[in-house]
């Protein structure tokens, strides 16, 4: 429910705001994001003893933009008690700003360290097929295999090497 309202407050920005205040209110709200990390912040933000005008100042006095639009877009969600929608509305923006850009960010998830080379080659080929601009991050973490993930796209590829002994294992079996 809240992505839904979300998304009609990123739609508005969509429609009321040049490529570089979308740009420029995508980087102030991925600031705000951050603080939503805090639990103190998120306390704040849903007190009901706290006023709202209160909540408004904090969250403004928190990044540092003199765009009119994003302080009013601030002050109509507070006045509507919609201040927690903030991460779900960034999220929303850079979904949006990558449909609109055509370029998807996504990663790549390996037990072993891609050289940028073979990053690089994966994004070209990932390119072609999508017909965007992909760009991916490599992380080294315990995946047994290799896993590619845009999200925006909705697409995961992986490889695994205990899925591919299982399918082989299972081959051999079926042939006895």
Known sequence: MSGAIAKKYVNALMSGCTDSELTEVYGVLVQLVEAFKLEKFINII??????SKSKEELVLSLVDTKNIKFQNLIKLINSNDRLKLIPHMAKELKYQLSLKNNSFEGSVSTNFKM?????????ENFS???????????NANAYPGIKVE???????????????????????????
């Open 46 to 51: 849903l007190s009901p003893d706290v006023t």
């Open 115 to 123: 050289s940028q080379t073979q990053v690089a080659m994966l994004e």
């Open 128 to 138: 072609k097929k999508f017909n965007a601009k992909v760009n991916l991050n490599a």
């Open 150 to 176: 845009l999200d925006d796209l909705g697409v995961e590829v992986s490889f695994s090497l205990e899925r591919l002994k299982a399918q082989m294992t299972e081959h051999i079996l079926k042939a006895i």
